[in-house]
């Protein structure tokens, strides 16, 4: 730039392209535009997922690094990050459904995606027909020629429900329905995709993250071709991941396998002490023998359940609201996943959207309360759970 004056020289700084050396970490590219030597170049950026970067709603360097890692963690073709956990879902449901289509979804589902389902069906004319998540039959009974997606909670929001996934994915093979799987409680855990799903989605809001300092979401793809399908439809709606977000998911990727270990661990030991509570009427955790799921939990979830756990306090829904205000160490909050433990009672909360007969079909109390297990010491976390159980029950 020698030769111009300061200002056109302030707008066009060097920017520098390693050579012969390569960054060990993701780097951050904020920028949103890229330029090109060659018209036919750029144009031809335009003709795909997987083309040349030039502009960020399409795709970044930061985002395309955190799809790959998440494609690889979940043995996926490809993936497609969104900013936000509800971002994916909703994309992948919009870009596949149309007026007058069929979808068979389990009645444990999280409120946002349940409320997602209603507006689908409201505007858009989709029916959709709910299963327990119990009996693979109820799937083949519920097919229609319409038909299109089935979709699932590997682990269900909040009631730790787990869904035989190899026995669902079965009940549509030889079908043209897609597996849909919300994988957000059990990353590294359980891997859909093995089990015969074809769009894993998660909140990476959550554990891929893990520090409570991201908004984002993912959906990883077992076929290239769907994956394609539900691109041109993203770039269209907008749904596109933030770079700084996507760095600071890579950044939490390193360690997810680690949290998520210790949170399963340490979930486990507080369920148990729940379990023996006399002030708690029922715990929710696959760990635990009596879970309705167990023996699914064994076969699809051997490293550990997760560190979400649910539980019903004694005295109604008075009980749950007054323990989740009276815990001092556990922060009441939204979301899951984080380093630190969260409570939170979904029926006036992240289920609102629900009416009674609705949350007793989910399987969810009105004393409920959900933990989000972090990485403080279990008996820490103990101590502030037994003494706010002592004031709300």
Not at 2 to 29: E, K, W
Not at 38 to 55: I, K, R, S
Not at 163 to 173: F, G, Q, S
Request: glycine fraction near 10%.
């Amino acid at each position: 730039m020698t030769g111009h004056h300061p200002q056109t020289r302030a707008v066009h700084p060097p920017v520098i392209v390693p050579a012969g050396s390569r960054p060990l970490s993701v780097p951050l590219y904020q920028g949103h535009l890229f330029s090109f030597e060659a018209a036919d170049d750029l144009a031809a950026a335009f003709g795909g997922p997987d083309e040349a970067f030039f502009y960020a709603r399409m795709s970044n360097p930061t985002v395309r690094s955190l799809e790959r890692a998440v494609t690889e963690l979940e043995g996926g073709a490809a993936a497609l990050a969104t900013a936000s956990g509800m971002g994916a879902v909703s994309t992948v449901l919009m870009s596949l459904l149309r007026s007058g289509d069929h979808v068979i979804a389990q009645t444990t589902l999280y409120g946002g995606t349940f409320a997602l389902f209603q507006d689908l069906a409201e505007r858009w004319g989709v029916d959709v027909t709910y299963v327990s998540g119990d009996d693979p039959a109820e799937v083949r009974d519920a097919l229609r020629p319409a038909t299109r997606l089935l979709y699932l909670e590997s682990v269900a929001n909040p009631t730790t429900h787990v869904t035989d996934l190899p026995a669902y994915t079965a009940a549509v093979r030889g079908t043209d329905v897609l597996t849909v799987v919300d994988n957000t409680f059990a990353p590294g855990l359980c891997k859909p995709i093995e089990h015969g799903a074809d769009i894993v989605i998660h909140s990476a809001t959550k554990y891929l993250s893990g520090h409570g300092d991201v908004i984002g979401g993912i959906a990883v793809f077992a076929d290239p071709g769907v994956h394609r399908r539900v691109w041109d439809h993203a770039i269209d709606l907008g749904s596109a991941a933030d770079p700084f977000g996507a760095w600071l998911t890579v950044r939490g990727l390193a360690t997810m396998p680690l949290r998520v270990a210790r949170q399963s661990a340490s979930a486990l030991d507080i369920a148990r002490r729940l379990a023996a509570h006399p002030s708690v009427t029922r715990v929710h955790y696959p760990g635990l023998p009596g879970h309705p799921q167990h023996e699914v939990a064994r076969r699809l979830l051997p490293d550990g359940s997760g560190g979400v756990l649910a539980f019903e306090p004694a005295g109604g829904r008075d009980a749950g609201r007054v323990f989740s205000e009276a815990v001092r160490l556990i922060s009441l909050g939204p979301s899951l996943g984080n380093i630190a433990t969260l409570v939170m009672h979904p029926a006036s909360t992240s289920h609102r959207q629900m009416d009674a007969a609705t949350l007793a079909a989910a399987g969810i109390g009105e004393a409920t309360v959900r933990l989000s297990i972090g990485l403080e010491d279990p008996d820490d976390l103990w101590s502030d759970i037994d003494q706010a159980l002592a004031k709300a029950t």
